[in-house]
């Protein structure tokens, strides 16, 4: 069988492009999306011709090449796809996506703070992206019109022990170029009056809330206006590295070099690349509230706590949402499932079974010491205990201003299996023709255009 395929884009294609003919029998092909043409014999069929009744073992014949091929449309598969686009104009690109849309999971659920880069200590990658990924993210607000606003963040000791603290991230700033002032009490009060601070305070003019959906829709829909193609509903069920092809629930693609964009299964993916095999995710379910309106006026941006530097999570703190309202940011228990954001819903019974036999080797080993980390954490699922890590702050929030909200996101946090350890930075892993994006964390949407360049390496 002589097989063909079609280059173009959902803009420029014409109908006229496509014969229209009988269905073969030996076409595979499937509808679920209309920039995708299978193209099978010698002839050539538009999605209107394709049956849907045809069977997997014909669906499965499907092949199609592309340079590069992406697994997954979150915030790190769309940048690198952006990336790409703009070195080499003319590649041809295949986005697959198993979701109907891109965003769906962490890009489009986060909190959508734009950081500034301070807490990354020297060396690091996040270190080494975020603050430039900050400007470039609001560069391409201001030029798409993104809903983003510019209302600083304020970091709070509460104790003299968090003081030295306070200093490191002061060094971090100064080391990552990243514009950070450390004012009185009385200065960070003029900027937050609600809040109360041990004799000194960070104030971080550099940090924006941005409308992190609006970020996603917006590169998809540029991203197809150059060009690059999308297959949603489909999930890369298996790859062969030697071949260089992913076959999806559909069909078989074909790559020049792969990027692994798949976000909290992107070490699902990467393994059947036979890379990142020291590596495993264990999912983190952050649940927000909110403040009721009326006491909105008590917080005018973002205020954290002094971080706990040994652990992942950046503790209880207030955000400005840029719908408006303020959200008190999240909790980060450990989760039945990468995608199981409802209490009975999605639970992924092997993946529950492998994140508690993870988390208990964690607990037992207590490396980083991660049952401090636990204990905290799973508190704070309390209302009541919430309630007390967000008065540290805000001394002045009362049971009465906080509201659960229906927003809740995961975050997958990248163990490495050997040293039994959280990985802190963001890994990048290479195989033969396919890169691995493996622990694409917080903050990684603020990084994410110049993470992207540096994904592609020398790609
Ligand atoms: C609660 C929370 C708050 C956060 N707050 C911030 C913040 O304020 N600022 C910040 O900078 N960062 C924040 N982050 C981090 C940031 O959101 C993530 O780092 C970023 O969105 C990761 O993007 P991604 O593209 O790697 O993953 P995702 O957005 O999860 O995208 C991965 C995609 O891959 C798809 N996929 C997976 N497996 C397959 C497969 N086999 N086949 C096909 N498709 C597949 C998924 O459906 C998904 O759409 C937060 C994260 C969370 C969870």
Request: hydrophobic share 40%; proline share 5%; glycine share 8%.
């Amino acid at each position: 069988m002589q097989l063909k395929w079609c280059r173009g884009t959902e803009s420029n294609r014409r109908h006229e492009d496509f014969q229209s003919t009988a269905l073969p029998t030996e076409l595979a092909a499937h509808t679920l999306n209309p920039v995708t043409l299978y193209l099978a014999s010698d002839k050539v069929f538009r999605p209107s011709d394709i049956s849907k009744s045809l069977d997997t073992r014909e669906l499965l014949m499907t092949i199609m090449t592309y340079d590069f091929i992406i697994v997954g449309a979150g915030i790190i598969g769309l940048t690198v796809a952006n990336s790409l686009k703009h070195r080499n104009p003319s590649s041809n690109i295949l986005v697959i996506e198993k979701e109907p849309t891109p965003g769906l999971h962490a890009s489009g659920r986060n909190s959508g703070i734009l950081h500034s880069g301070i807490y990354y200590g020297p060396g690091t990658l996040k270190a080494k992206v975020c603050a430039r990924g900050n400007e470039r993210m609001l560069a391409f607000a201001k030029e798409h019109k993104i809903p983003c606003n510019n209302v600083g963040k304020v970091i709070i000791p509460v104790e003299e022990s968090d003081l030295p603290t306070l200093d490191k991230l002061m060094a971090n700033a100064k080391h990552n170029g990243v514009r950070a002032e450390k004012l009185t009490a009385t200065e960070i009060k003029e900027i937050e009056p609600y809040c109360d601070p041990y004799e000194v305070g960070i104030y971080c003019p550099d940090t924006s809330i941005i409308d992190s959906k609006a970020v996603v829709a917006k590169l998809r829909s540029i991203l197809s206006l150059k060009g690059v193609e999308f297959l949603f509903n489909q999930k890369v069920v298996s790859a062969n590295a030697a071949e260089k092809w992913v076959q999806t629930t559909i069909g078989r693609y074909h790559f020049g070099h792969l990027f692994n964009c798949a976000g909290a299964y992107a070490d699902v993916l990467a393994k059947m690349f036979g890379v990142g095999k020291g590596y495993r995710f264990v999912p983190f379910k952050g649940i927000y509230f909110k403040l009721k309106p009326e006491f909105n006026n008590m917080v005018r941006g973002n205020i954290y706590p002094v971080p706990d530097i040994r652990f992942p999570f950046l503790g209880v703190h207030f955000s400005v949402s840029i719908g408006g309202g303020v959200y008190v940011v999240p909790t980060a228990i450990p989760a039945f499932g990468r995608e199981n954001y409802f209490p009975f819903k999605d639970i992924n019974l092997a993946e529950a079974i492998w994140s508690g036999f993870n988390l208990a080797k964690l607990y037992i080993s207590d490396r980083h010491n991660f049952r401090e980390l636990v204990h905290r954490e799973v508190a704070n699922y309390s209302k009541s205990n919430f309630l007390k890590a967000a008065r540290i702050l805000v001394p002045s929030v009362t049971a009465d201003a906080l509201l659960r909200s229906d927003k809740v996101g995961i975050r997958p946090q990248l163990v490495n299996i050997r040293k039994g350890e959280f990985e802190l930075d963001y890994v990048v892993e290479r195989g033969k023709n396919s890169t691995h994006v493996l622990n694409a964390i917080s903050p990684a949407f603020t990084s994410s255009f110049e993470f992207a360049d540096k994904v592609l390496g020398t790609t």
